[in-house]
């Protein structure tokens, strides 16, 4: 499978962006998703995950409230929508697929097998 992610940019404290990650290939509902990002010398770290049919949603703490994870399988997407974004959300957000079989939303990068390219989000004070 292969992953587009895309809507990232720059954007001030407390403004919105929406992020989202086409998937092509094998079936899409096959497929436990999740968003996770990076920053410059820190480990990449889970943000949100969602699960196959996209009726069981988990986030992060640092993001619960503020973060929405969605997916459209009829359209192999799954989207990302931040709000009241803080510097300290400034990363590269990459979207992920994990090809669980237990259907498992992990939140260790580890489990997921698949990767898109990642996309800069950059928050300015």
């Known amino acids: 499978v292969q992953l587009q992610a895309c809507g990232g940019g720059l954007v001030q404290t407390g403004g919105s962006l929406r992020l989202s990650c086409a998937a092509s290939?094998?079936?899409?509902?096959?497929?436990?998703m999740g968003w996770f990002r990076q920053a410059p010398g820190k480990e990449r770290e889970f943000v949100a995950g969602?699960?196959?049919?996209?009726?069981?949603?988990y986030y992060a703490d640092f993001v619960k409230g503020r973060f929405t994870i969605s997916r459209d399988n009829a359209k192999n997407t799954v989207d990302l929508q931040m709000n009241s974004l803080e510097p300290e959300d400034t990363a590269v957000y990459y979207c992920?697929?994990?090809?669980?079989?237990?259907?498992?939303?992990?939140?260790?990068?580890?489990?997921?097998?698949?990767w898109g390219q990642g996309t800069q989000v950059t928050v300015s004070s």
């Open positions: 992920a697929a994990d090809l669980a079989t237990n259907g498992i939303v992990h939140q260790s990068h580890l489990s997921y097998d698949y």
């Open positions: 290939g094998r079936i899409f509902s096959s497929y436990v």
């Open positions: 969602i699960s196959r049919s996209g009726g069981r949603t």
